[in-house]
């Protein structure tokens, strides 16, 4: 089947936006064949092919999130850790209503965070889920395969999970209790075989993923689990240095620095990403970047829980491997990645000028407005995260490249007056409507609608569920 985007204001590739890779495409069509973009230009439409009017409209990748928790979308805005920084609101809130997720509810949230990712322009998720536990009576990572195949997208399984707890999880439900290694080995072997798709444009990966390295396993445990994943030919990913928690952690129980401790037990590498990265000092940068570990950038929950902002500038100065994730909608009420976009651009920029002195305190610069652009930002939240999942057939605007591409419509009037259309989706926030989105060449959204969603069935659905839970929970 052939498709003409046809007429684009203006396109994004996802380019790093060096003379070899630019970050924009004069267009102003595309043409999909099948599951691939096949050409970019001015092309003439044939006879038979479907035509997608892209008049007034900005094309972006579709977006790659590379870190999320879908279970918790279910539990936005929870009152008990709605003003608490990460330690005391993973008690509060993931961990207090973590025993209510059953099969349905389980399955009501994975949907819902999928579909609010697909209304932002996202097909491709890669979720951290880490709801697993001894005599669990679901397979929650079927369910998410299910629902993503359902709704068309590409899914990567960040499979979490932990073989120890801290003291603030041991009083709680059987729900926390942790696996056995051997049980948590077994299962990463039946799901790489059960879903592992090497290619590079896969639809369906698997990751090796212990919810956080520095506190869910062993040392000895990560050395086999990272053995057991570069066996397996899969990825690795973790939570880490998301506040000076773990900093104080790590220097208490292992004398060194977080960083420097993962690539002691081979946890660093050009297969490896981590989510968050905000307390780093330089030599862990160094170290990040000389060995290829990627980062999952989380801006908003970071701001949500007063972890801070990470450098995220200094870090792609360096080489390290930038990618955006959402992290979960517990400390994240907007779980979809223009809001997280527009966070990231902003957020670099803020981190920067805070850093301005007075010239008479000995200052050399106002503000921090160089700190990140908006092509730079397409790149990360593209290219960057289909690169640290190992998709390098994703991503992109280009030829031969998967065809996952979102069609903007900037009819709202957050984005009359733009003298740059291009931009709009990122700095101007909000939520653009989709004339169309494409996965592997699969229209799975036209004219800013899902077929088969409900969303006003789905909204009744939730707030029935949240009832319930805080009922069970008290």
Wanted: negative net charge; hydrophobic residues 45%; proline residues 5%.
């Amino acid at each position: 089947m052939s498709i003409l985007i046809r007429n684009a204001a203006a396109i994004m590739t996802g380019g790093a936006g060096s003379p070899d890779d630019p970050s924009r495409a004069a267009g102003p069509d595309i043409r999909i064949e099948g599951e691939t973009i096949q050409a970019i230009g001015a092309l003439v439409p044939h006879a038979s092919e479907t035509v997608i009017d892209a008049t007034d409209c900005v094309v972006y990748p579709a977006w790659v999130n590379t870190h999320h928790h879908l279970f918790q979308s279910l539990l936005k805005g929870d009152t008990a850790g709605l003003n608490a920084s990460l330690t005391p609101w993973l008690a509060a809130t993931p961990y207090r209503f973590r025993a209510s997720f059953d099969e349905k509810r389980f399955r009501l949230a994975a949907r819902i965070g999928m579909i609010e990712l697909m209304r932002s322009g996202c097909t491709t998720v890669a979720d951290h889920n880490y709801v697993y536990y001894p005599g669990m009576p679901f397979d929650s990572s079927a369910i998410l395969f299910d629902e993503a195949e359902k709704l068309g997208l590409r899914f990567v399984l960040l499979r979490g999970g932990a073989t120890k707890t801290r003291q603030l999880e041991a009083e709680l439900p059987s729900a926390l209790r942790p696996e056995s290694i051997d049980s948590y080995i077994a299962d990463i072997e039946r799901l790489a075989a059960t879903y592992h798709d090497a290619s590079p444009r896969a639809m369906r990966r698997v990751v090796m993923a212990p919810t956080t390295v520095l506190y869910s396993i062993s040392p000895a445990e990560m050395r086999q689990t990272a053995a057991v994943a570069r066996r397996l030919g899969l990825r690795l990913h973790s939570h880490l240095s998301e506040t000076v928690s773990y900093q104080d952690s790590a220097h208490a129980m292992h004398a060194c620095s977080p960083v420097a401790f993962c690539g002691e037990h081979d946890w660093l590498g050009s297969d490896v990403w981590y989510a968050h990265l905000v307390k780093l000092d330089a030599d862990e940068i160094a170290m990040l970047a000389q060995t290829r570990t990627g980062v999952a950038h989380c801006p908003q929950s970071n701001g949500r829980l007063g972890s801070g902002i990470a450098p995220i500038r200094e870090m792609a100065d360096a080489g390290v491997p930038v990618s955006i994730g959402v992290d979960g909608a517990a400390s994240n009420e907007a779980a979809d990645m223009i809001s997280e976009v527009h966070m990231a651009w902003l957020a670099q920029r803020a981190r920067r000028g805070m850093a301005a002195q007075a010239v008479y305190r000995g200052g050399s610069f106002e503000g921090g407005a160089d700190a990140a652009t908006v092509d730079e930002v397409v790149h990360w939240g593209t290219a960057g995260g289909a690169n640290v999942l190992g998709l390098p057939e994703v991503g992109r605007i280009a030829v031969g490249f998967s065809a996952d591409v979102a069609v903007y419509r900037l009819d709202d009037p957050r984005y009359f007056g733009l003298h740059d259309p291009a931009i709009g989706p990122v700095a101007s926030g909000g939520r653009p409507s989709l004339a169309a989105l494409f996965s592997a060449g699969k229209q799975v959204v036209s004219d800013d609608v899902i077929e088969g969603v409900d969303l006003q069935e789905l909204r009744r659905e939730s707030m029935s569920a949240v009832k319930a839970m805080l009922a069970e929970v008290g």
